[in-house]
């Protein structure tokens, strides 16, 4: 249909089984198609033309004409950034991470969980996480969740970048579960003076 081409550049996709299918059998046939940038995520019909021929009869072949059904699912593409980047040290900072779907299709079953990440050199993390798991459901395709921690970076850890570990496990456009880890920065504000 519009919005696909054969992958060999000829005017159709050819795909060919030549063996013996039995009666009430099956058999599967590939067709090798580039998708276009003019292709959306939806359903297609593509008109099918199947040639073959019975067993015992040469040289003769028959024909169907037959629509095949096929789906553009799209893809899940998931991205996190820190929305507040700067925390105070020493006290409880409710941060917001936004979870973006820039893909195609939309994800579902989305639950989030916030680790901290090893400092420089494999040091420990000098921050810690309250609420460190949110179930968000579905983000729709080139929509956006948020959630917001409370993150307690350690009184020495002023003036020093730090990082969060933000990893997403969601369900695909197949229903298939994906895990996906996206380091997030933050930074440590300088330590107030202290009275």
Known sequence: PPGFRASTGEPQAIATHDSIV??????????????MPTASVQGYHAPLTVAYSKVLEVGQFRTV???APFRVTGKVILDAMAVDREIVPGSA?????????????????VVVSITPSNGAN?????????????????IPANSTAEIRPT??????????????????SFGNSYGVRQTSTIPVGLVVLPRALES
Do not use: C, H, W
């Not at 039995?22 to 998708?35: H, R």
């Not at 900072?93 to 893909?103: E, P, Y």
């Not at 494999?122 to 179930?135: D, R």
């Open 151 to 168: 993150i307690y970076p350690s009184s020495a850890a002023g003036e020093e970048p730090q990082a969060i570990n933000v990893q997403i």
């Open 122 to 138: 494999g040091s420990t993390s000098a921050v810690s996480i309250g609420q460190n798991t949110f179930e968000l459901g579905s």
């Open 22 to 35: 039995e009666p009430g059998a099956t058999f599967t046939l590939f067709f090798e198609v580039d998708i």
């Open 65 to 67: 004409e037959l629509s």
């Open 93 to 109: 900072n409710q941060v917001r991470i936004s979870i973006t779907n820039k893909g195609t299709a939309g994800a579902t079953g």
